[in-house]
Nanobody
Framework: QVQLVESGGGSVQAGGSLRLSCVAS????????PGWFRQAPGKEREFVTA??????YYTDSVKGRFTISTDNDKNTVYLQMNSLKPEDTAIYYC???????????????????WGQGTQVTVSS
């Protein structure tokens, strides 16, 4: 059973940057679709980005600011977040899916493995 463990969250001022990491233990991201979701207080978990065999997808609100990448040698997926805004404040979750040819829209139901989440707080 794969275990996903996120790190890199924290508090930052608006305009700042953070890089989240997610390591897969007992498994890999190779031949899977890795993705990131986030959940703000009182809101549903929302899609942020994913890498599929068809390409890389981002939700509109993070396009041009966030970048997802993978290092298969390290079984790790990253989320580089630049120009952070207070509305980016949320718990960020790493996820893995077997649906490698999936196209938008992406739902949490598309992903079978999840990390525990890491808090990102952006102050104005």
């Amino acid at each position: 059973q794969v275990q996903l463990v996120e790190s890199g969250g924290g508090s930052v001022q608006a305009g700042g940057s953070l890089r989240l990491s997610c390591v897969a233990s007992g498994g890999t991201f190779s031949s899977y679709m890795p993705g990131w979701f986030r959940q703000a207080p009182g809101k549903e978990r929302e899609f942020v980005t994913a890498i599929t065999y068809n390409g890389v997808y981002y939700t509109d609100s993070v396009k041009g600011r966030f970048t997802i990448s993978t290092d298969n040698d390290k079984n790790t997926v990253y989320l580089q977040m630049n120009s952070l805004k207070p509305e980016d404040t949320a718990i960020y979750y790493c996820a893995r899916s077997l649906l490698v040819i999936k196209r938008p829209p992406f739902s949490p139901k598309d992903f079978s493995s999840w990390g525990q989440g890491t808090q990102v707080t952006v102050s104005s």
